[in-house]
């Protein structure tokens, strides 16, 4: 149990794939100071493969605070820095505002799904 917190523990679970030319990197949980490590390791895991296309869909996430957001960031600056794309995938209302409120939304873009993300 973390501490403060009643109940189990939220993990977060990433399972990655291949679409195409797309990594997708499917999250589920929260991602928060203790999981986003585990969201970083596996965008990392995609980058250092040579694969610079990327969707990671948020769908199954439930909450995301600022170390979430920081994971995207490092890895939006270093997909850039081999032309390659970044886009989210979350129609979870949470989300979408925490994406909007910090602006976000207008640097990584965000799809309601999957589908809509590999056709922009």
Known sequence: MSAGREGPAIELEITPRRQGQWAVLEVAGEIDAHTASRLR?????????????????????????SSGLGVLV????????????????????????VMEVTGLDKVIPLHRNEAEAMTT
């Open 74 to 97: 490092s890895a939006l600056k270093r997909i850039r820095e081999h032309d390659g794309e970044l886009h989210l995938v979350s129609s979870q209302r949470t989300i979408v505002r």
């Open 41 to 65: 390791e596996s965008i990392r895991n995609e980058l250092d493969s040579g694969r610079y296309q990327v969707i990671v869909n948020l769908e199954g996430v439930s909450f995301m605070d």
